[in-house]
């Protein structure tokens, strides 16, 4: 049983640039949520999508999007890349958008964007 | 809006001893759940227990449970008989919706 993927691992940037991250969810889950941790930080929810939608975004700029695929992978995508976003981005799934806290998020291993 | 707090930035512990990770909450929210990660170096967020917040018995798992007091807004993550992998840092996070909060961590050094 396949748990969360994600690509790239590394990534290195420059300021100003655009970047796309990618995440599959674990086997018969169908909600992914985003969230970046900085060093030395707990991880900060982005957003979330279930149904190929936006249900929920923290508080984070436009410049942070996202989408939905309908095989449930999703991709985070960050215009116009500013030092500060250098960060662990975690993706994580979970069985389905009821609404219910008892729904356990599963994260992946992160990619580790640079920013210089 | 939800909050959690970990004082403890670091705790030490010896090996095959027990450990308490603290963590206190704050929310308006009457229904919520309760989470640990452990996060190694490699990065990856690793669920250890779930505690929702009308359980009435405290949740187990394996070496870990969770003493959860409802009315003091604490969690705190016990690990009994300590292993050198557990040595990392560890998040306790609160959810509502699904959205997680977290903490800053405390990071766990397990010793020979």
């Known amino acids: 049983d396949a748990g969360v993927t994600q690509s790239p691992t590394h990534l290195i940037k420059t300021r100003g640039q655009q970047v796309t991250l990618r995440c599959s969810p674990k086997?018969?889950?169908?909600?992914v949520s985003w969230y970046q941790q900085a060093l030395g930080q707990g991880p900060q929810f982005i957003f979330q999508y279930y149904e190929e939608e936006e249900r929920q975004r923290g508080n984070f700029p436009d410049r942070f999007s996202g989408h939905q695929f309908p095989n449930y992978s999703s991709e985070l995508n960050v215009n116009a890349l500013l030092l500060g976003d250098s960060a662990l981005y975690l993706c994580?799934?979970?069985?389905?958008?009821?609404?219910?806290?008892?729904?356990?998020?599963?994260f992946g291993p992160g990619t580790r964007l640079l920013v210089l | 809006a939800q909050k959690i707090t970990q004082t403890q930035p670091g705790m030490f512990v010896q090996e095959k001893e027990a450990v308490t990770l603290d963590c206190t909450y704050d929310?308006?929210?009457?229904?919520?759940?309760l989470f640990w990660y452990k996060q190694p170096s490699s990065g990856e967020m690793i669920f250890l227990i779930y505690q929702g917040s009308y359980d009435q018995q405290n949740a187990t798992e394996g070496r870990y449970s969770l003493n959860f007091q409802k009315a003091r807004k604490s969690a705190n993550l016990v690990i009994s008989a300590s292993q050198l992998g557990d040595s990392a840092m560890y998040f306790c996070?609160?959810?509502?919706?699904?959205?997680?909060?977290f903490g800053t961590g405390t990071r766990l050094l397990v010793s020979p």
């Open positions: 086997s018969g889950h169908d909600t």
């Open positions: 996070a609160i959810g509502g919706f699904q959205k997680l909060v």
């Open positions: 929310t308006s929210d009457p229904s919520y759940g």
């Open positions: 994580a799934s979970s069985p389905g958008w009821a609404g219910a806290h008892q729904e356990t998020q599963y």
